[in-house]
């Protein structure tokens, strides 16, 4: 039986430090999961911007065969890991994947009965519906707390809003510019998975511990006003309440940009 990989280390110190050996295992065909552990730039609040990872996800997606997920909860993870073994060990494909982990405790809920697991492998799906959505929040990994915080305060505002667990903006973005490729030069009329999520006309703000830049690869196949939170800048120390804050990614700035 083959041996499956699994590498852990702290974000920051992953695709930073070793990226071109990241490129090289790509090149090589390389299989198996990296772990970015204490993943985002507000987990390890205490020591500073050496720690703080705002950008490997936009470090894994130069690497084509590299597949990276931003996950929230448990069975969103266990669904990309059992799905990752499936495709690089039964069907045989030379991918590898790169899973970001957080440093936090918070509860986590049971997976929803509808919930495929292609929706999660695709890079999003909707976690909290509403009747009638006047908005939508886009979120990965534990920002996804924020916008459900985000969302109930909405509510007593009367705005009635949809959240989305967005697993990979990267493999949303791949996934419409295969789509657009195959359009441009081919007979197919097919939408990419994408733009069959974000087709309604609605304003949109996504959020993430990453870069605005992760969630800016997706603008072009969302409907409507799109607004993007994210980490730039570098790291500092201070707790994680105030990193988020400071980074302008917390549930209160997310309910600001919402009213916008």
């Known amino acids: 039986l083959p041996m499956i990989p699994f590498y852990i280390f702290y974000s920051m110190f992953g695709f930073q430090r070793v990226h071109d050996l990241a490129w090289a295992a790509g090149d090589a ?21 050496q720690h703080q990872d705002g950008h490997s996800h936009l470090l894994a997606q130069t690497i084509p065969n590299c597949r990276s997920y931003d996950p929230c909860f448990a069975y969103e993870l266990s669904t ?45 799906y909707l976690y909290k519906k509403t009747q009638k959505p006047a908005l939508r929040i886009l979120a990965s990994g534990v920002t996804l707390l924020f916008a459900l915080e985000a969302s109930k305060e909405l509510t007593k505002h009367g705005i009635e809003s949809e959240v989305w667990s967005i697993t990979s903006f990267n493999e949303l973005a791949r996934g419409g510019i295969i789509a657009d490729q195959e359009r441009n030069y081919g007979n197919t009329e097919n939408k990419s998975y994408v733009e069959h999520c974000f087709e309604k006309d609605m304003p949109t703000v996504a959020v993430s511990e990453y870069q605005k830049l992760y969630s800016e690869q997706i603008r072009k196949w969302v409907n409507g006003k799109y607004i993007c939170l994210g980490t730039d800048g570098y790291g500092r120390s201070d707790t994680r309440e105030k990193l988020r804050e400071f980074f302008e990614i917390d549930s209160n700035h997310i309910v600001y940009n919402a009213l916008l």
């Open 29 to 49: 065909r390389a299989r198996g999961f990296l772990l970015g552990a204490t993943a985002g730039r507000t987990t390890l609040n205490g020591e500073g911007l």
């Open 80 to 124: 990309i890991i059992k799905n990752g073994i499936k495709d690089m060990y039964v069907e045989n494909n030379d991918n590898y994947y790169y899973l970001t982990l957080m440093n936090e405790n918070y509860m986590q809920p049971s997976r929803p009965k509808e919930l495929s697991d292609s929706d999660i492998m695709n890079g999003a």
